[in-house]
């Protein structure tokens, strides 16, 4: 009879507790919200920026064995980590300085110096290291990204302004323009034979010229909306996240690149609205769930690699190798830049983290070739969740290094301001 009861009772249990959206919409939600609180606390109590706290969250659960988040990345969790990418791109391009570009032709040579210093010498570390060239030509392409995202993140938490702050956004922003176009065209080429220059250039043509059409489109259609609604109007913050949403499914799904269309439309809408204007409040707060989610997301992927200490090494020496690189990048094209070797020196540190557009290129590599996709994921994955972490800490170290953070880099500093903003 107690027995009768017992399996009465929890088929009853069993039946009434349903989340109507699902277990693991529950498990995410929390997760969001311990990530939230470990930012908070991470920024507040070590003076740290609070995208390091999402990352030590996503690891803890990673390293536990979550499994929400399938690796390579596939349906709904890369459609929100590109979403999540496209609408800090798409930001990031709308910031980017086109004009300076025509007075300080300079930039753009650092710019280019720096991702080709960083995939060669990347490339050339791996070879001597016994890699196989097609493992060694996605990680080289992966980690020519300097993360806008991490960056972006950093400086908005310290609040830093200044030429070594626009600097490194800038070349963050170029570098992930060459290497999204790379590394989505090649992806495709992977297991295919050996192939002329021109047979390499048409995928990379074919991966800008629809990535330009969506972006374009995007561009249009928002410079449309701004002619007749306010960018201070929640209205206008639900359309432009509408657009990029779509524009983001669209380049994907007819062969272009997400992020980069986003990059596109960003530049392109500068240029079709020059006047400055800030990004509405409402959009402001869910990009800021969408970025959570997205560093939370990396770094849960990042930690389910087959760690083992015969990789360490030639991920440490990855790591090495691609921030001498960077450093060395800007400061050879330096001279006649408008920049000290110092402020070049902390712009070279600044440009360290890796994150989720390194993630979206590897992921684009494994899923086109399983067979070669352990190899890669040994390297690049543990350099991704390294230098997540790492690398938004050297970007504040750099920021606070020239000078242009706005608050002392002290805990009780950012506990001041909390108090003031309540």
Not at 269 to 278: E, F, G, I, Y
Not at 390 to 414: D, K, N, Q, R, Y
Request: charged share 10%.
């Amino acid at each position: 009879m107690m027995s009768f009861l017992s399996n009465d009772l929890l088929g009853f249990w069993s039946e009434w507790v349903r989340p109507s959206a699902g277990l693991p919409t529950v498990l995410w939600s929390l997760l969001l919200a311990t990530a939230a609180a470990a930012g908070h606390l991470v920024q507040r109590y070590m003076g740290l920026p609070k995208v390091i706290g999402y990352s030590i969250v996503g690891t803890i659960v990673g390293f536990a064995g979550f499994e929400g988040a399938i690796w390579p990345l596939q349906g709904i969790s890369q459609f929100l980590l590109e979403l999540g990418v496209a609408i800090v791109l798409f930001e990031a391009g709308g910031r980017l300085p086109l004009r300076w570009f025509r007075h300080n032709p300079m930039v753009l040579l650092q710019s280019l110096l720096e991702a080709t210093l960083t995939y060669f010498g990347v490339f050339w570390a791996l070879h001597w290291l016994g890699v196989p060239d097609p493992v060694a030509n996605p990680v080289a392409l992966m980690a020519i990204v300097a993360s806008p995202a991490v960056l972006s993140r950093v400086v908005m938490d310290t609040r830093a302004s200044g030429p070594v702050t626009e600097r490194a956004m800038t070349l963050a922003t170029l570098n992930t323009f060459y290497a999204l176009a790379l590394g989505y065209a090649q992806a495709g080429l992977i297991e295919r034979a050996p192939l002329g220059l021109l047979q390499k250039l048409y995928p990379v043509a074919v991966v800008l010229g629809l990535s330009f059409v969506v972006g374009a489109v995007m561009a249009l259609a928002l410079r449309s909306a701004l002619r007749v609604m306010s960018p201070t109007s929640e209205n206008t913050s639900i359309l432009l996240l509408a657009i990029i949403a779509a524009g983001a499914a669209l380049a994907a799904h007819f062969g272009g690149a997400a992020p980069l269309a986003a990059l596109i439309g960003g530049v392109l809408l500068k240029v079709l609205n020059p006047k400055p204007w800030a990004w509405p409040r409402q959009l402001g707060t869910a990009a800021s769930l969408l970025t959570m989610l997205m560093f939370v997301l990396v770094s849960i992927v990042a930690a389910q690699a087959d760690w083992s200490l015969p990789v360490a090494s030639v991920v440490l020496a990855v790591i090495g190798v691609r921030a001498f690189a960077k450093i060395a990048g800007v400061a050879i094209a330096n001279p006649g830049s408008g920049a000290s070797w110092k402020q070049a020196f902390w712009v070279g540190c600044a440009m360290s983290p890796l994150s989720s557009i390194a993630l979206l290129i590897t992921s684009s590599f494994v899923a086109a070739s399983p067979l070669l996709g352990t190899m890669i994921t040994q390297i690049a994955l543990p350099a991704i969740l390294l230098m997540e972490v790492l690398g938004a800490v050297l970007a504040t170290i750099a920021i606070h290094g020239a000078g242009e953070s706005s608050i002392p880099w002290t805990p009780e500093a950012f506990g001041i301001i909390e108090e003031t903003q309540r």
